[in-house]
């Protein structure tokens, strides 16, 4: 009996848990102190769950992490990011928001690093970057997480980006979208790449690289996996599925533009969609955007 009552003492109830979760955001927001339209609008209190979270709960931790977020966004501005600057980036279609979701809801990333196109490292994070920002845009409502798909096919350690690229966007990825990533999937990599990876996995935290997964054709315990992940009528061929990939550049710039109206509006801007030929704005319809306060969240 003694036993029993001790344990029954010591556990703790989902509901208390809750409430102490609460009391640390409530915290957290307080130790920001008063905050004003971008901030505002960014740091809601699932933004501070987040960085909570990846603080193991420590108002203290998470406090200086967020506030170097916020510096951050100030001068890198990834919400004024649009897609006629760095579409250039996408034509080969090397990453970009695919058009389905995994099991969970989750927005999905597709990576082809053997198609990269582009050598300047600052164009290379910014173009990534802006895909976070625009895969958050595209998250459904209750679901805050991402997944990556990268399929190695065609790789080699000429096509691929720089170290300086992978560490400065490691460290953007851990540093400003904390919580962001679920899981990050490298599909079929080969021997080549563990030289790679072997120096990016330098700067990656403990808990991002637990969300690095390894998966392999014609290996039962990756399809197996990738089945819990995935409706395999929904996942291309290339990682084991049954839909076929096909990247339009055209077809996924009128989408960007579009969804880039939509950004404008988030954030405040009053802007109007660019035109879209080829795959590139057209300069006639360009409007700056003009920043205006948000809404209070």
């Given at each position: 009996?003694?036993?029993?009552?001790?344990?029954?003492?010591?556990?703790?109830?989902?509901?208390?848990?809750?409430?102490?979760?609460?009391?640390?955001?409530?915290?957290?927001?307080?130790?920001?102190?008063?905050?004003?339209?971008?901030?505002?609008?960014?740091?809601?209190?699932?933004?501070?769950?987040?960085?909570?979270?990846?603080?193991?709960?420590?108002?203290?931790?998470?406090?200086?992490?967020?506030?170097?977020t916020l510096k951050w966004r100030a001068t890198y501005k990834p919400e004024e990011i649009r897609w006629h600057e760095i579409a250039h980036e996408g034509e080969t279609g090397k990453a970009f928001r695919s058009n389905f979701h995994d099991m969970f809801g989750r927005t999905v990333l597709i990576m082809r690093p053997g198609m990269q196109n582009t050598n300047s490292p600052e164009d290379n994070v910014r173009y990534t970057v802006y895909l976070l920002e625009n895969s958050i845009l595209?998250?459904?409502?209750?679901?805050?997480?991402?997944?990556?798909?990268?399929?190695?096919?065609?790789?080699?350690?000429?096509?691929?980006?720089?170290?300086?690229?992978?560490?400065?966007?490691?460290?953007?990825?851990?540093?400003?979208?904390?919580?962001?990533?679920?899981?990050?999937?490298?599909?079929?990599?080969?021997?080549?790449?563990?030289?790679?990876?072997?120096?990016?996995?330098?700067?990656?935290?403990?808990?991002?690289?637990?969300?690095?997964?390894?998966?392999?054709?014609?290996?039962?315990?990756?399809?197996?996996?990738?089945?819990?992940?995935?409706?395999?009528?929904?996942?291309?061929?290339?990682?084991?599925?049954?839909?076929?990939?096909?990247?339009?550049?055209?077809?996924?710039?009128?989408?960007?533009?579009?969804?880039?109206?939509?950004?404008?509006?988030?954030?405040?801007?009053?802007?109007?969609?660019?035109?879209?030929?080829?795959?590139?704005?057209?300069?006639?319809?360009?409007?700056?955007?003009?920043?205006?306060?948000?809404?209070?969240?």
């Amino acid at each position: 009996m003694f036993l029993l009552r001790r344990n029954t003492q010591t556990q703790s109830h989902p509901e208390d848990l809750n409430l102490e979760k609460d009391a640390k955001v409530s915290e957290l927001r307080a130790a920001l102190g008063p905050l004003s339209g971008r901030c505002l609008k960014y740091c809601n209190d699932a933004c501070l769950r987040r960085y909570l979270e990846a603080r193991t709960w420590n108002v203290d931790k998470a406090k200086k992490m967020l506030e170097e977020t916020l510096k951050w966004r100030a001068t890198y501005k990834p919400e004024e990011i649009r897609w006629h600057e760095i579409a250039h980036e996408g034509e080969t279609g090397k990453a970009f928001r695919s058009n389905f979701h995994d099991m969970f809801g989750r927005t999905v990333l597709i990576m082809r690093p053997g198609m990269q196109n582009t050598n300047s490292p600052e164009d290379n994070v910014r173009y990534t970057v802006y895909l976070l920002e625009n895969s958050i845009l595209n998250l459904p409502e209750g679901q805050e997480q991402m997944s990556w798909l990268i399929d190695f096919t065609g790789f080699s350690l000429s096509t691929n980006i720089s170290i300086k690229a992978a560490r400065d966007i490691i460290n953007i990825l851990q540093d400003h979208y904390p919580e962001r990533l679920a899981i990050a999937l490298l599909y079929n990599p080969p021997k080549i790449f563990q030289a790679f990876y072997k120096a990016v996995k330098y700067f990656l935290d403990p808990k991002t690289a637990q969300k690095v997964n390894f998966v392999y054709p014609n290996s039962k315990s990756s399809d197996n996996f990738m089945k819990t992940l995935f409706d395999l009528e929904n996942l291309p061929c290339e990682f084991g599925g049954k839909a076929t990939l096909k990247y339009d550049h055209e077809e996924f710039s009128r989408m960007m533009a579009e969804d880039d109206v939509k950004t404008a509006k988030l954030w405040g801007f009053d802007e109007r969609p660019h035109h879209i030929m080829n795959g590139h704005s057209g300069a006639a319809l360009v409007q700056e955007p003009m920043p205006v306060s948000p809404p209070a969240s």
